[in-house]
């Protein structure tokens, strides 16, 4: 997700389930005017985050520990980062694809990392125009396009 991950200038970047905050550092890494707001459910991710930023002196990362999916700022997230577990019977790929949705503005991009790909052919154009996947390393990433509403 990392290689696939394309934003402008001054982006606000959520990562939706960001564990202990890989995606979200490297998102903040691309630019001091990117804003990232890295969500878990855990508490220890959201630690393991906030401790990655500072040991790289990252000050455009916040953090929320939230399982229920209204995040802060909901509507105005111009990139969404996800990679739901592959093993959830994928109730938790459906709510992050909901939560993701309502975090975007109109015309935001969602991108999702899976090992399989099928129930997301089927069920992300549901949500997104323009889905897309590309193959790498053995994984899926599909990006999808918030309509306006």
């Known amino acids: ?17 960001c564990g ?3 995606v979200a ?25 906030e401790h990655g930023a500072q040991l790289n002196g990252l000050t455009n990362v916040t953090t929320e520990l939230n399982a229920g999916g209204n995040y802060l ?3 105005q997230y111009d990139l969404a980062l996800a990679n739901p577990p592959y093993y ?4 938790i790929a459906r709510h992050f694809l909901t939560a993701g949705y309502d975090a975007l503005r109109p015309g935001g ?24 996947v590309t193959e790498r390393k053995g994984y899926y990433v599909f990006r999808g396009v918030r309509p306006d509403a």
């Open 25 to 49: 550092l490297a998102a903040a890494c691309r630019g001091d005017d990117v804003t990232v707001h890295a969500v878990d459910s855990n508490t220890r991710a959201i630690q393991c985050t």
């Open 20 to 22: 202990a905050g890989v």
């Open 73 to 75: 700022h909901a509507g």
């Open 1 to 17: 997700m990392i290689e696939e991950m394309e934003f402008g200038s001054g982006a606000r970047v959520l990562d939706i389930g």
């Open 88 to 91: 959830a019977g994928f109730r």
């Open 109 to 132: 991009i969602i991108l999702i990392v899976t090992k399989r790909a099928d129930w997301y052919e089927l069920h992300m154009p549901e949500l997104f125009d323009d889905v897309t």
